[in-house]
């Protein structure tokens, strides 16, 4: 057995097999025989001695190194892969249905949601196989890029209903950007809270030039979770209390502006008013949640229910707008029945929930907060979709992976950047900084052998902050 470092670490590195884990589990090992060497020096063993006693040891490289590959895997997600194109297909034959069912030459629609369906599968694997820390290697450049496609989509992009039609898809990104720039901030202290708080304003500014009102709530939602989760683990090094303190005083500070803007220009109050009470003017800004609200009175719980008991003469198609897009979810409940649209939502919010547990189960704070941007994003979108095709219109907004094509692909790809998260679990570094002093959290390995049994126990030690150390899931025993 080669008794150098370097020969040690090359052997224990041709065990594992995922070249992801292998420079994270070696740099980790390295460090330990480095530190193992550095005490056998102290002790006044030469250099050759030293390092050649810290090899021996940790043992045999080949045990140590098949150990390693055995909890160093990665995590597949073949459960929410499936849910997630499963949904995405159902919302792909949505909307092929309602294109055939509406149209004489339906052949576009067809193709548009074939094409989309397409990308959105590209973009899903694309992320899921990702790896996810190469965002928060390059975080200012993301952000940066982020904010260019924003003025870019601005720029380029067609205005439809007043507002900028590519930015909107743009702009779902931009709470996911926001998590990879807290990251950038970690450890900075006062210094990096600042940061953090400044940079979610150019995003903001991106979404009301667009202007786009629900991309705006999601982006401050989002930003606020994500601040407040950043805080109940002391992310910037200046304590738990003070980060959360002054995360919600800015946050009720800017809420407050937002609020009196809004009231001031009757957007809020006719907001407001739409939502309890569209009938108070159903020939104008009202008139799509009173047609919803008639449609869903003649609805069955199974099967097409009785438009003329509505009492309009046109058909249904003629009478509801954007029933084939914004309203799909209504279109589905009159053609199909609400036991179907029940269906299709619970499934959609038990993906969603999926996703939202084991985002909270991510030991890595970074892959953490991207992956509870996604989940949050996609749940607040669900929410307010859902109500609209209710007749509760608040926000327009499009179901994930059912309404929209454009809106499909960018909800597949955020989706397989949280599975890219969670696939990658096991080896993820947390490199966060702690306490004032910021120290770094540090693991080590320690490989213990049973006298009797001959049993060989290899265990990671975390040592925290103030010297602490606390042994976490030792590894499973392997015969000497």
């Not at 002790?43 to 940790?58: F, H, I, Q, S, W």
């Not at 924003?150 to 380029?156: C, I, N, P, R």
């Amino acid at each position: 057995m080669d008794k150098s470092m370097e020969g040690y670490l090359r052997t224990v590195g041709e065990q594992i097999r995922w070249k992801r884990a292998r420079p994270v589990v070696l740099r980790e090992l390295g460090q330990h025989l480095a530190d193992q060497r550095d005490a056998f020096a102290a002790e006044g063993k030469n250099t050759g001695d030293a390092e050649r006693l810290a090899v021996e040891e940790m043992g045999d490289p080949v045990i140590i190194g098949t150990e390693l590959d055995r909890v160093h895997r990665p995590k597949p997600q073949w459960g929410l892969l499936m849910m997630t194109m499963t949904l995405a297909l159902a919302g792909g034959g949505l909307r092929i249905w309602a294109a055939i069912a509406g149209e004489a030459y339906p052949l576009g629609d067809v193709m548009r949601t074939a094409v989309a369906l397409a990308e959105g599968t590209a973009c899903l694997l694309g992320a899921y196989f990702l790896d996810y820390t190469c965002l928060l290697r390059h975080a200012r450049w993301v952000y940066g890029g982020a904010l260019v496609l924003g003025l870019l989509s601005l720029w380029l992009s067609p205005n439809i209903n007043n507002a900028s039609y590519y930015t909107r898809y743009v702009v779902l990104l931009y709470p996911t950007v926001y998590a990879v720039w807290l990251y950038h901030c970690r450890g900075k202290r006062w210094k990096g809270l600042a940061f953090a708080l400044l940079g979610g304003i150019p995003l903001a500014a991106v979404t009301c030039l667009a202007p786009y009102m629900m991309g705006l709530m999601l982006l401050m939602i989002v930003g606020l979770i994500l601040l407040l989760a950043a805080a109940g683990t002391d992310w910037f090094g200046i304590g738990r209390g003070k980060t959360a303190a002054a995360v919600l005083g800015a946050g009720a500070a800017l809420a407050g502006c937002a609020a009196w803007m809004f009231w001031k220009h009757g957007f809020a109050r006719s907001r407001l008013a739409l939502f309890l009470h569209p009938e108070a003017d159903p020939l104008g800004a009202g008139y799509q949640a009173v047609m919803v609200r008639k449609t869903l009175a003649v609805s069955q719980w199974l099967g097409t229910g009785d438009w003329s008991a509505v009492g309009v003469l046109d058909s249904y198609e003629r009478t509801v707008p954007a029933w084939k897009s914004d309203f799909l979810l209504t279109t589905m409940i009159y053609r199909l029945g609400w036991l179907p649209f029940l269906l299709l939502v619970l499934a959609a919010a038990g993906l969603l929930v999926w996703l939202l547990r084991k985002c909270l189960r991510q030991r890595n704070q970074a892959g953490r907060l991207i992956a509870l941007s996604v989940a949050i994003l996609l749940g607040a979108q669900m929410v307010c979709s859902v109500l609209m095709n209710l007749g509760l219109v608040l926000f327009p907004a499009a179901m994930p992976l059912i309404v929209g094509n454009l809106a499909s692909v960018v909800a597949m790809g955020l989706i397989g950047v949280a599975l890219s998260v969670f696939r990658e679990e096991q080896i993820a570094p947390d490199t966060v900084p702690l306490g004032k002093a910021g120290r770094r959290i540090r693991i080590s390995f320690r490989r213990e052998r049973d006298l009797e049994s001959g049993e060989v126990r290899l265990e990671a030690a975390v040592t925290l902050p103030r010297r602490e150390t606390v042994v976490v899931e030792p590894a499973a025993a392997a015969k000497d």
